[in-house]
């Protein structure tokens, strides 16, 4: 099966990636976006997003007219859609609200014969959730739930498996799992992703496909919420924690992950939670783990207090006012730039919520604050250095492994400047 167009709907940290890799097999890609900021820039040949190489290989796409940006879907070959999926409430119920506009946003442009992959890691059952949308909106095509191998248009759910800062490398040298709804929606998929993946294209059904992302995430989220409760275990009994993992890591079948201060990101933090929705009874372990992850930036922020307390007693006569705080890294993970689901944001905004003097934020890899943080100041690592009484690390990105600082209390969160 050959596939002479594309449409990637969503162009985010993984929309985006996929949308310039397949152009650079000389396929025409449509590249589909709610946010015409986004579209714009990368119609111009470049990126509103910080991820390595990427932007040699969307200038490039762009320059020899194999990708375009636009906000309205076009008709194609294939369409891959890789939107978000957030959870929402308190209850961490699964938001397939995004999912379900780009259903309703493509179906107008299908045509018989076209692929429907989803990428977006979802709970189970989205996929054939997603075929039930798109079949309702056109009910002149048949789809696999109806009609199995004779449907007219094919659907998988092929879950991306890359990390941030290594997306270009990993797109093309990781295995890649493919749950199509059939057969044919299964080998469909294998031969669009082998356009350009060296890895293995491994078949199972959709359902399989999904719990597979959200056990993958899951077993990594159980593993750091290991690390962060012994290093809140090691907080209380007086013990280094980091010196502590290096010497039971020594262990020939012992693996232990670092502490932080907490877990961030559009995949950790969120996927065991799809788990825990579907069958709460029995992810009692993917349960516990989040919480555990979950309640370590507020343990973080109690630090922050006990620093702001003995700056206090060591200088008698100030008082909280007269306290800087500088705040090292919001990103979810050292060197890039996103911010989603970001233990370090988090921790940010209650500190300087809660803080009645200066607050100061380093982010070396953005630009402008967020919204959220607008009336903050994003100062630079030498500014912070010599200005501040109290510095938190929250992020471990390589300008603040160069010198950490040498006056003022440290809260280090990531064992760097211990």
């Known amino acids: 099966m050959k596939f002479s167009s594309l449409s990637v709907i969503g162009l985010g940290y993984i929309g985006l990636p996929t949308a310039a890799v397949f152009a650079s097999r000389k396929i025409k890609v449509i590249g589909v976006d709610v946010n015409q900021k986004a579209v714009d820039v990368i119609n111009q040949g470049k990126i509103h997003i910080v991820e390595p190489d990427l932007d040699i290989v969307v200038h490039a796409a762009v320059n020899e007219g194999y990708l375009k940006a636009t906000t309205v879907p076009q008709a194609a070959d294939a369409f891959i859609v890789a939107v978000p999926t957030p959870f929402k409430g308190d209850n961490h119920e699964p938001d397939l609200s995004y999912i379900e506009s780009a259903s309703k946003a493509i179906a107008p442009v299908l ?33 696999p739930q109806t009609h199995d191998e004779n449907s007219d248009i094919r659907i ?27 057969e044919k929606c299964s080998a469909a998929s ?24 959200l056990t993958e995430n899951s077993f990594r989220d159980v593993n750091i919420a290991f690390a962060n409760e012994l290093s809140m275990i090691c907080d209380k009994l007086d013990i280094n924690v980091w010196e502590l993992i290096k010497l039971a890591n020594r262990h020939p079948r012992v693996n232990i992950l670092q502490p932080g201060p907490g877990v961030g990101g559009h995949c950790i933090a969120v996927d065991p939670w799809f788990i825990v929705s579907k069958t709460p009874e029995q992810a009692r372990l993917i349960r516990t783990t989040r919480e555990v992850n979950d309640s370590k930036p507020l343990w973080v922020i109690d630090k922050v207090k006990i620093a702001i307390a003995d700056f206090l007693q060591a200088n008698p ?46 982010e070396p890899n953005i630009e402008h604050l967020p919204a959220k ?11 912070a250095y010599s200005e501040s009484d109290i510095h938190l690390l929250l992020v471990d990105h390589k300008p603040f492994k160069q010198q950490k600082p040498q006056q003022g209390i440290i809260v280090d969160t990531k064992g760097i400047w211990l």
């Open 111 to 143: 045509a018989k014969g076209n692929l429907v992959i989803l990428e977006s890691t979802s709970p189970v059952g989205a996929t054939e959730q997603m075929a039930a949308w798109l079949a309702a909106a056109r009910p002149d095509l048949t789809f």
């Open 156 to 182: 998988a759910h092929c879950p991306e498996r890359v990390l941030p800062g290594h997306v270009m490398r990993e797109l093309i040298e990781n295995d890649r799992v493919i749950g199509g709804m059939t």
């Open 190 to 213: 294998v031969a669009l992703y082998k356009t350009f993946v060296q890895g293995e294209c491994v078949i199972t059904n959709a359902r399989t496909a999904e719990m597979a992302k």
């Open 317 to 362: 006569g100030k008082t909280a006012k007269d306290v800087s705080i500088a705040c090292y890294g919001l990103a979810f993970k050292p060197d890039i730039d996103d911010l989603r689901e970001s233990p370090s944001m988090f921790i940010a905004e209650q500190i300087i919520a809660l803080h009645a003097g200066p607050v100061v934020l380093i």
């Open 373 to 383: 943080l607008a009336q903050q100041t994003l100062v630079s690592r030498e500014q």
